[in-house]
C-alpha cells in the first residue's frame, strides 16, 4: 500500500464548476498535510496547508481534514481554465511522502 | 529576487560521469531539502538537513552525496551516473526541521543521463 494515493486523472470539469480532489494516506501518526500545484514543466507551488480536523479556506480554495477517515481533500470553487495543473497531496509526519498527484483540466 | 534557485536548470550528461547541482535559498529558512521527481511525476525526498546537518537520508544509492557548506545552501553531487538517474531534482526548503513547515520548491534541475 502506498504511503499516500491520489485518483491520477485526469479530472476535467467545466470552467465555474467545483473541483474536488482527493487523498488518502497510510501513517495515522501524519500531523500535516498540504495541497501543492504543479504546472508541467515548473516545480511544485503550495496552495494550502491543514493540520486540524475541519474545513480550511482561503479564497477558491478549501481544504477538508478527517484524520479518522486518513482523508485529505481539496476543493477549487469556480475553477477557471489557469487552474490545470497537477495537484500534489502531501502528508508528513515521521516522514515525509507526496502523492502521486491528480492531473486537473479546466474546459473553458 | 529568486526565493530559492538552482544550477544548472538543464544538465545532459553521459553514464560514468560525476555531476554537481547546486542550491541556494534567500528565505533565511533552517531547513533544506533533495527530492527526485521521476518520469511518473512521483516526488519522493532524497535527503534533509537542518543547520547543516544530515537529518534525513533516505534510501538513495551512495553515489549520491549531499553536502551544505552552510544552511542556505545545500548541493548534491553525483557519481558515476546511471540512465536510471534521468529524472528532476528539487531543491526545497522549509523554517525547521518537524514536518509540519511548509516547504518552498526550487526551480528543478533536470538531468538527462545518455
Known amino acids: 500500500q502506498k504511503e499516500v494515493e491520489q485518483n491520477s486523472g485526469p479530472l476535467s470539469v467545466p470552467e465555474g464548476a467545483i473541483a474536488s480532489l482527493n487523498c488518502t494516506y497510510s501513517d495515522r501518526g501524519s500531523q500535516s498535510f498540504f495541497w501543492y500545484r504543479q504546472y508541467s514543466g515548473k516545480s511544485p507551488e503550495l496552495i494550502m496547508s491543514?493540520?486540524?480536523?475541519g474545513d480550511k479556506e482561503d479564497g477558491r480554495f478549501t481544504a477538508q481534514l478527517n484524520k479518522a477517515s486518513q482523508y485529505v481533500s481539496l476543493l477549487i470553487r469556480d475553477s477557471q481554465p489557469s487552474d490545470s495543473a497537477t495537484y500534489l497531496c502531501a502528508v508528513t509526519g515521521n516522514q515525509f511522502y507526496f502523492g502521486t498527484g491528480t492531473s486537473l483540466t479546466v474546459i473553458p | 529576487d529568486t526565493a530559492v534557485s538552482q544550477t544548472p536548470k538543464y544538465l545532459v550528461t553521459q553514464m560514468g560521469n560525476d555531476k554537481s547541482i547546486k542550491c541556494e535559498q534567500n528565505l533565511g529558512h533552517d531547513t533544506m531539502y533533495w527530492y527526485k521527481q521521476d518520469s511518473k511525476k512521483f516526488l519522493k525526498i532524497m535527503f534533509s538537513y537542518n543547520n547543516k546537518e544530515l537529518i534525513i537520508n533516505e534510501t538513495v544509492p551512495n553515489r549520491f552525496s549531499p553536502k551544505s557548506p552552510d544552511k542556505a545552501h545545500l548541493n548534491l553531487h553525483i557519481n558515476s551516473l546511471e540512465l536510471g538517474d534521468s529524472a528532476v531534482y528539487f531543491c526545497?526548503?522549509?523554517?525547521?526541521?518537524?514536518?509540519?513547515?511548509?516547504?518552498?520548491f526550487g526551480p528543478g534541475t533536470r538531468l538527462t543521463v545518455t
Open positions: 491543514i493540520y486540524s480536523n
Open positions: 526545497a526548503s522549509s523554517w525547521g526541521a518537524s514536518g509540519s513547515y511548509e516547504q518552498y
